[in-house]
Structures are given as C-alpha cells and as structure tokens.
RNA sequence: CGGGCUGUAGCGCAGUGGUAGCGCGCAUCGUUCGGGACGAUGAGGUCGUGGGUUCAAAUCCCGCCAGCCCGACCA
C-alpha cells in the first residue's frame, strides 16, 4: 500500500477533550474517527488491525469446535418478553417502535435470539454438544461512552454460545473455551489475568480476563501469592479466600468474559433434548465473550512510547513500513520502489511511504507514530549500495541486519517472513 | 442521572459589545532533504442551535443540542 493513496492521513494535533490513550494515537495516526460519543469509524489501518484481532479470535474459537453463524443485531421484542429481560433491560437496549407499532430494539447481547434458533436443530443428546459463535456490532446505550474504543455505544463483539446436555459437559467445554482465550490474548501480546466476577444479569458467578493497566476502570484484587484474583464486586476483605495473602487493588481493563449460563435461557424457552435414557433434560448453556474493539483499544493502552504506538506482530495493520528519505534523489527513488516491488511479490505486506517533498523527520514522526514493528529506510546512505537499513520500531536490536546478504533483492523478504513466524 | 468544563476554517486554538484572527493542514511556485524544513502567493468560516437584550452580539441573558472529564451505572 503506498501511502500517497491511502484513505487516512496523520494529523499534529487531536481535540484536548480526547484523554485517553487509545483514543489520542489512534486518531492521531487516521486509525479510527469519531462520529459521536462512544461511536467510531474504522479507517483502512484501523480496520485491518480489527479484523486481525478478529481471525487470532476465530481461529481459535474454530479450534474448540466453535461455528461461525451471523445473527440479526435487529431483534423483535416478542423474544425478549419470554424472558422478562425486554423490561429489565430498558436502561441498556436501545428499543424503539417500528412500522405497524412493532416493538423492536438492537441487540446488545444474543441468548434472546440464539437459544429459539439452536431449539430448531437440537432434540437429542446425539446433537450436542455444539457451540455456535458471530462476530458482530452490539448496541449498549450506555449511560457515559468514555476512553476511546473501550466503553462504546456500538462495539464489536464475539459471542460464542455452548449447548450441552449435561452440567457435566458444559464444565469441560468451559474450560477448553477458557484456555482458548488466554491463547488468544497471548498471542495479541496481552497479559490477561483470569479473575473471579459476578454473574450479572447472566449467571451467578464468572470469568473475566483483565489487563493490568492504570487506564482501566475495572478494579481487581490481585492475589501475587496463589494467583486467585477476585474483580472488587465480589469481594469482601482483602485477604484472599484461598492463601489468606493481603491482596492489592489494581486498576484493569475488562477484555473477556465467559459465564456459565446453565438452564437459565433454556428453561424459559422451553429448550430441551432427550438423553441417553430417553428423559427430557433442559439444555445447559455458556456464553463466552470477547470485544474486538476494545482489545485494539487496549493494546494501544500497553504497547505504545511517546512516539506513537507499537504493534504486537499478529495484528499489525501491515509488516514493514518502507519510507523512501530522498525523494529528489532519482536513485533512492528508483530504489525504494524496486524495493517495495519485491517485498510484495515475496508476499509481504509493505506500507510504502513514497511521500515526495515530504521531511525525513516528518517520515520518521508518522512511522513510530503508526508504529509497525518493522522499518525499512532507503535514503541516500544506501543507495548506491543494494544493501537496506531494518530498524525495529520497539527498539530491540534485529539479529538480521548485520547479515551481508541483507539486500534489496536477496535475504530481506526472507528474513522478514522469518521474523514474523517467531 | 448529579457535578465541572467546552463548542469560532479540515484539525488545534485566540478573540468579553463595534462586524473574523493565529498555527497546522490544503493549493501553486521556488529553495530544502537522515528525526515533524523555509520563503512567496492563494483558497477556506451563516462563530453549535433557537430566542431575547442592544443602534450594534462570537462576545451579555434564557432555552435546547452536542462533546470531554469526575461520580453514579456498567450484561
């Protein structure tokens, strides 16, 4: 991608009113615009760092067994009755009345559509478990949107729901799922500790995942002892339950939450599936959560420097950001786009910036400032020799820009490959 | 929903009663070119919105809308 073509721009400046992090950096460097409180648009490098964090997510969602499915996010109000939540829920369901006076609202979680829908397929233990997910925008309307993209009025969301015929069984699924989402946020490069949390609306107890960070607005009891961490709605006195260790508040951002759902959603549907023994059992339910949105927010919150953000390589918007220092000179620039012509057709994934009368300072600002992990400057240092310079934007040293064969033509393309398989 | 602050050019801001400014960005030309270069010229605004006061309102008063922060809330 060249960047004279790109849709976004960098720009100096964003409104003093926007505070957090994520929100600064990335509509600082064109990632996101906001259209109002707690609403984004998702601009072509913003949108690609989504729908990576979207692919680690499904792929590791297909991985437990996990079916993608995609249901409506407009749902009528007779489903939401027969559970009592189209009342309940007025403060968060945007609802409103549609042609004919129908009753309707936007979706801002899915048991009210997914347990009727699973009811059409499953009337026997021989038909489960099975385990249906979507990626999709939820509607909350919060009472205060804040901090960028992690408290939204529209966010995109993975909602995975588990249908089981025995306690028993939804238990192991459970913590397969759970295992499944450390894996995702380690491979994000998140350190998401699993802590205890009430059940909400949902169930009595669960899981959440929380990244440690001062910008979050979730306080943990952090257990450094046992590992037994506690989200402060469900404590009682500091000392953990298990090791008795004096536990200490930390502030942290919610990236995952998984419940276990048991019989509530299909008892009041009426779901159930005969067993073994031929008896009516009601279908014991999870329901796994994960905000895509909010988690690029939150990599944003931990992997950034003064100079702008650094992306964790599985979800960086593109692998190297080639810039081009010398446009006058016709040699770097024949160079740097011969450059560019070979990292694509080796398959990597190139953000050129070919910018002419354009500073080098400017080019280097906007490159940490956009923050891919990997660098590559054509200027006139080089360019009378085929060899590049590499510098990694988090400043660790490459073992790969020493090697001779390091040129425009041999080695690089490789390399790079190689360093994004680590 | 309570408290505080804010709304003026694409973005950031100044302008407290006399009819609109600065910086960035943008356009054209020239110079520059390894950590956000410089000069010249130019385009761009019903001052959030509705009403009121006044000879005169971006500026004063009232209502409304929108945004941010703190709190409450947060499946």
Known sequence: MKQTHLFSKTVKDVPKEETSINAQLLIKAGFIDKLQAGVYSFLPLGHRVHERIKNVIREEMNAVGGQEIYMPALHPKKNWTVTGRWDEATEVMFQFVGRGDKEMGLGWTHEEIVTPLAKKFVHSYKDLPRAVYQIQDKFRNEPRAKSGLLRGREFSMKDMYSFHISAKDLENF?????????????????????????????????????????????????????????????????????????????????????????????????????????????????????????????????????????????????????????????????????????????????????????????????????????????????????????????????????????????????????????
């Open 174 to 422: 459970y913590d397969e799922v759970l295992e499944a989402y450390h894996r995702i946020f380690k491979r994000m490069g998140l350190e998401a500790l699993l802590v205890e949390a009430s059940g909400g609306a949902f169930s009595k107890y669960s899981h959440e995942f929380q990244v440690l960070t001062e910008n979050g607005e979730d306080l943990v009891y952090v257990c450094k002892d046992c590992g037994r961490h506690q989200n402060k709605e469900i404590v009682e006195d500091d000392n953990c339950p298990d090791c008795g260790t004096k536990r200490s508040a930390k502030k942290a951002i919610e990236v995952g939450n998984i419940f276990k759902l048991k019989n509530r959603f299909s008892e009041a549907f009426k779901f159930k599936a005969v067993d073994k023994n031929g008896q009516e059992q009601d279908i014991q339910m999870g329901c796994y959560g994960i905000g895509p949105s909010r988690i690029m927010g939150t990599i944003v919150e931990i992997m950034h420097d003064d100079n702008g953000m650094i992306w964790p390589k599985e979800v960086t918007p593109y692998q190297v950001h080639l810039l081009a220092l010398a446009t006058e000179d016709e040699q770097v620039k024949d160079k740097a786009n011969r450059v560019y012509k070979n990292l694509k057709e080796a398959g990597v994934e190139v953000f050129f910036d070919d910018r002419e009368k354009v500073s080098p300072g400017e080019k280097f600002a906007d490159s940490d400032l956009i923050g891919l992990p990997l660098q590559i400057l054509v200027g006139k240092k080089t360019a009378t020799s085929s060899q590049v310079e590499v510098k990694s934007r988090d400043g660790k040293n490459l073992d790969f820009t020493d090697a001779d064969n390091l040129t425009e033509e041999e080695g690089l393309a490789e390399a790079i490959h190689k360093y994004y398989q680590n």
